[in-house]
């Protein structure tokens, strides 16, 4: 089993930053790949940005492409989403999801998730 904890969301104005971050713990050697994805009521979960864990190749969203930076701190089991430039649209609960095979965009092909941190942004 993998364990994954969001945290660093918050209240912020439009245009101001934030920085997420979600730490794994446990078989964490079965992880091929972390993911974030982001939900607002009524609505399917989106694929934000993903990670391989040992590679470091990237992948975002065309929405948040050139604002949002998915990283990874492979010596303290966590990655990190830097989101710059925040719209009120970004607003949501941000969701960390692991898989243990190669990336996709889908969420129902994650297989651990997080609790989710929430997200506002103010206009």
């Known amino acids: 089993q993998v364990q994954l904890v969001e945290s660093g969301g918050g209240l912020v104005q439009a245009g101001g930053s934030l920085r997420l971050s979600c730490a794994a713990s446990?078989?964490?050697?079965?992880?091929?790949?972390l993911g974030w994805f982001r939900q607002v009521p009524g609505k399917e979960r989106e694929f934000v940005a993903a990670?391989?864990?040992?590679?470091?190749?990237?992948f975002h969203a065309d929405s948040v492409k050139g604002r949002f930076t998915i990283s990874r701190d492979n010596a303290k089991n966590t990655v990190y989403l830097q989101m710059n430039s925040l719209k009120p649209e970004d607003t949501a609960v941000y969701y960390c999801?692991?898989?243990?095979?190669?990336?996709?965009?889908?969420?129902?092909?994650?297989?651990?998730w997080g609790q989710g941190t929430q997200v506002t942004v103010s206009s």
């Open positions: 990670i391989t864990w040992s590679g470091g190749s990237t």
């Open positions: 446990g078989r964490t050697g079965s992880i091929y790949g």
């Open positions: 999801a692991a898989r243990k095979r190669h990336i996709v965009t889908t969420s129902y092909e994650y297989d651990y």
